[in-house]
Nanobody, 111 residues
Framework: VQLVESGGGLVQAGGSLRLSCAAS????????IGWFRQAPGKEREGVAT???????NYGDSVKGRFTISRDNAKSTVYLLMNNLQPEDTAVYYC??????WGQGTQVTVSS
């Protein structure tokens, strides 16, 4: 079982990034997949989740700016992040299946 995040990087405030979470080793389209993030010195927080049927939920701090989606044919979940702000700087992780976590991808937003 593996979850692999990609797409992180350095972006200026107001910019956009799209993160990907590629799943393998389990039938990811049967599970809720979530994106979480952890900034230095802070607890890990939920960003967004997407259910097998496509229902979504977002953390208050990202509503209206981030969009989660999934492509079941590719076993991949995406997180489109628009209007990024310095406070969005964190390591972003995806989680799915029976509590499987990816290794994380760094997102850094400069002011």
């Amino acid at each position: 079982v593996q979850l692999v995040e990609s797409g992180g990087g350095l972006v200026q405030a107001g910019g956009s990034l799209r993160l990907s979470c590629a799943a393998s080793g389990f039938t990811s389209d049967n599970y809720i997949i979530g994106w979480f993030r952890q900034a230095p010195g802070k607890e890990r927080e939920g960003v967004a989740t997407i259910a097998p049927g496509g229902g979504t939920n977002y953390g208050d701090s990202v509503k209206g700016r981030f969009t989660i989606s999934r492509d079941n044919a590719k076993s991949t979940v995406y997180l489109l992040m628009n209007n990024l702000q310095p406070e969005d700087t964190a390591v972003y992780y995806c989680k799915g299946g029976n509590n499987y976590w990816g290794q994380g991808t760094q997102v850094t937003v400069s002011s």
